[in-house]
């Protein structure tokens, strides 16, 4: 098997990298399949840059002549949701492709859910190959809030695998290319394929939820007290800016604590309203961020990999569907 970090050493140097998608699959020895990685750098601007003086092949050629590494940053920034993709970059007769982007746009999107784009990325197994920011560490914050995220809008009775198609789905809902450019049982596929790489990821996560009561683990099904107090419970992990938004929908009341200072409290009558709510915002930011990104991609693809792209993405998805 090819050492994941051999491709790297292709590239100018990184801060945080780590590869995701179906060459994680511990089945998966096919060759002809895509490796993806995500790369965050400290100024992407500066790494393109020296990328396009090492492999100025890998970028669509009228970036290059048009704008070069500048153009590159801006159209991922204002079009995009700051991600650059370069894919079809072929090393050692493999076929790679990898995302660029900001640290701190990944910081924010780990934490807030900003974008809600490299966060769901990370929500799903990955494998980390580069992390000089102890990014790993960080991301338990958005495990723990794609964790809540999912039992909200779970039943009180759910499977171990249904928990975490949930969680992967999260990043899937309102995903304009789930309508016509994916495979439609591709969360399944992702939760069967990479069901260990799951555990792994979320077992310390559910043990430390039902410490806190918030879940029952049995051998076969996870179940939980679905009142209001366990609710609250689980919208105070989810990020601040998202519960911010969910307390303008829902309304908030002004509440003091011990020491007398004020602070507010969202008003959520029941878990089926604060699941509702969370979903619309969720799938709001989903449909606008993968919208951008797929307007992004086309341009920066270029014409023929962005059409072969498309391509093989609706090829599978009309398998699924047929």
């Known amino acids: 098997r090819l050492d994941p970090a051999s491709f790297l050493q292709a590239l100018p140097p990184v801060e945080f990298a780590c590869i995701y998608g179906s060459s994680l699959h511990p089945n998966n020895f096919n060759k002809a399949s895509m490796i993806d990685y995500i790369l965050g750098v400290s100024d992407p601007q500066q790494w393109h840059t020296e ?16 704008g ?3 153009l590159i940053t801006e159209v991922a920034d204002d079009i995009g949701v700051g ?7 072929s090393h050692k007769d ?33 494998k980390v190959i580069i992390d000089n920011l102890d990014i790993e560490k960080l991301n338990s914050v958005n495990l723990k809030a794609a964790t809540s ?21 999260l990043s899937y809902m309102g995903d304009l290319r789930m309508l016509f450019a994916e495979d439609k049982n591709k969360v399944k596929k992702i939760v069967q394929g990479q069901f260990k790489l799951f555990q792994t990821m979320y077992k310390p996560l559910l ?25 609250c419970s689980l919208v105070s992990s989810l990020p601040l800016p998202l519960r911010s938004k969910m307390g303008i929908k829902l309304g908030e009341e002004k509440v003091f604590d011990e020491s007398g200072r004020a602070t507010r409290k969202m008003l959520i009558k029941s878990k089926e309203e604060g699941a509702y709510c969370m979903r619309k915002i969720l799938r709001n930011k989903v449909m606008i961020s993968s919208a951008r990104q797929a307007v992004a991609g086309l341009l920066t693809a270029g014409a023929v990999h962005g059409l072969r792209y498309v391509g093989n993405k609706m090829q599978k998805a009309w398998k699924s569907w047929w």
């Open 149 to 169: 995220a999912a039992l909200l809008l779970l039943p009180s009775k759910f499977s171990e695998e249904e928990l975490y198609a949930k969680i992967c789905s």
């Open 94 to 126: 493999r076929m790679f492709k990898y995302g660029v982007v900001r640290m701190h746009d990944l910081v924010q999107d780990i934490l807030g859910w900003e974008r809600f784009y490299m966060s769901g990325r990370l929500q799903k197994p990955v």
């Open 83 to 89: 991600v650059h993709f370069n894919p079809f970059v």
């Open 207 to 231: 043990e430390d939820f039902a410490a806190r009561d918030l879940l029952r683990l049995s051998p076969f099904v996870d179940q939980k007290d679905c009142g209001l107090s366990s609710t």
């Open 68 to 70: 070069g590494s500048r």
């Open 51 to 66: 990328n396009l003086k090492m492999n100025r092949n890998h970028y669509a050629s009228w970036m290059v002549h048009l």
